[in-house]
């Protein structure tokens, strides 16, 4: 059996869900042949561990069939039919819906074929996805989510069953990655000392809240003006994330260094980690933030709740006041005792055991 692991685009930007789906594919037989395409973007820096990579170089308006494009969606289809039947792929990794929809139809002919839609975050399903996904028999199609909150939400949306693979990664082999606080601090050109430090992870997009966490950051240094904020990503919003905060007269007080490919190495430079995401599938940062040892100051969302319950830390998206309370609160408390409940509430070592069962029931279902 050959796997074909169908991403939607390479880059940085998606840098976390290719990490889901690098640890889905390392749950599969050693011997099995697991090949990788890219539909849009560049494979460098992303999927170089998942055998070989053929990148179509398609655009969005293709992939959609926006505007003449429309026109050579058969065009388009043919070529995956011909490129799929002409290899020895059985089973089909999809990241996603806009995957899915390109993919899909092609299957329709080609009933050798298995696929497994992986749903990594919140998406629009339109009336033609439902029929899309009811033309495919169960035994050719499984649908799958990263969270149970974001399963049940495309259940009741599609009314077809979604499997729960809820995302995991191995503690053992993230923790041997992870530098020491004064090794971290070093590497982002923070003080070494005790001076406090919230670090957050992500694209630099309206819907991971960063605007927020800065207006908040900037009430919070009234009671502890010696803290620092750092945010790992890019994004579209970096302009008016630097703007503002160059008004607030914040320049050396928050820095925004880019993506950092080694930046899952870095939390130890953390006293807490903030994730004030507006949606979330799941949220890998926190997952790595408590292996890390590091404690989780997050958006209320029910995929929070899910995964640290009563151990978690949160404040109401969007609301700086809310932010910068919660950051106030977690700045007076034991940090480390903090961190130790919510490690235990994650059970990382479970969750991960449960995630690879769960991969590896997924992939084998498809046979």
Known sequence: MSILNVMWSGGAAYASVHKVHLQILAQVEPATPINTWLLRGSARGCVAEIGETREWHLSSNQLKGRRFWKL????MQARFYYALNQSDVRVLLLDGLGTARALLPVLKKLPQLRAVVLFHGATRISAADRKLFSQLPASQLTLAAVSQTLASALEADLQIPVVTLRSALDPLAFRSRLLSREQARARLQLPVDNTPVVGAVGRLVGKKGFACLIEAFAKTLTQHPQLRLVIIGEGQA??????????LGLRDKVLLPGNLEDAA?????????AIPSLEEGLGLILQEAVMAGVPVLSSDLAVFREQLAGAGRYATPEDVTAWSEALIQALGVASESVAA????VLSPDDAWLEFSQVARKLLSCAK
Do not use: K
């Open 72 to 75: 050579l969606t058969l065009w």
């Open 265 to 273: 190495t870095l939390f130890r430079a953390f006293d807490w980690i």
């Open 341 to 344: 409940a919510q490690f235990t």
């Open 238 to 247: 970096r302009a008016a994330l630097e703007a503002r905060v160059n008004q």
